[in-house]
C-alpha cells in the first residue's frame, strides 16, 4: 500500500538546522511532484515547498525562502526538507505529500530555547 513516512523532526534551538525526510513506497515516486506541508496548533496547513518530479523544479513560501532547502532522490523514493536559521514561529507538524494525492502522518518540528 502507499506509504510517506517522515522523520527527521525534534526539538532544535533558535538558529540551529534539521533535516526532514520522507521515505514513499506503494506508488510511482518518480512521477510525483512532491511538497512538503506544515500545520501549527490553531493554523491551517501551510505549503512549505514543492519539487517537481525530476527535481528541477522548487518553489517556497515566502516564509521560508532563502532558509529552507527541498530535495529528492528517485533513486532512493526519498525527498528532503533541509531546514536552516529556525526560527520559533517554524514550530509545526511537518507533513509530506505527493502531489495533493498521499499524505505522510507528519514529524513535529518544535523551534525552542
Known amino acids: 500500500q502507499v506509504q510517506l513516512v517522515e522523520s527527521g523532526g525534534g526539538l532544535v534551538q533558535p538558529g540551529g538546522s534539521l533535516r526532514l525526510s520522507c521515505a514513499a513506497s506503494g506508488f510511482t515516486f518518480s512521477v510525483y511532484a512532491m511538497r512538503w506541508y506544515r500545520q501549527s496548533p490553531g493554523k491551517g496547513r501551510e505549503l512549505v515547498a514543492s519539487?517537481?518530479?525530476?527535481?528541477?523544479?522548487?518553489t517556497y513560501a515566502d516564509s521560508v525562502s532563502g532558509r529552507f532547502t527541498i530535495s529528492r532522490d528517485n533513486a532512493k523514493n526519498t525527498v528532503y526538507l533541509q531546514m536552516n536559521s529556525l526560527k520559533p514561529e517554524d514550530t509545526a507538524v511537518y507533513y509530506c505529500n505527493a502531489q495533493g494525492k498521499y499524505w505522510g502522518q507528519g514529524t513535529q518540528v518544535t523551534v525552542s530555547s
Open positions: 519539487i517537481s518530479s525530476a527535481g528541477g523544479s522548487r
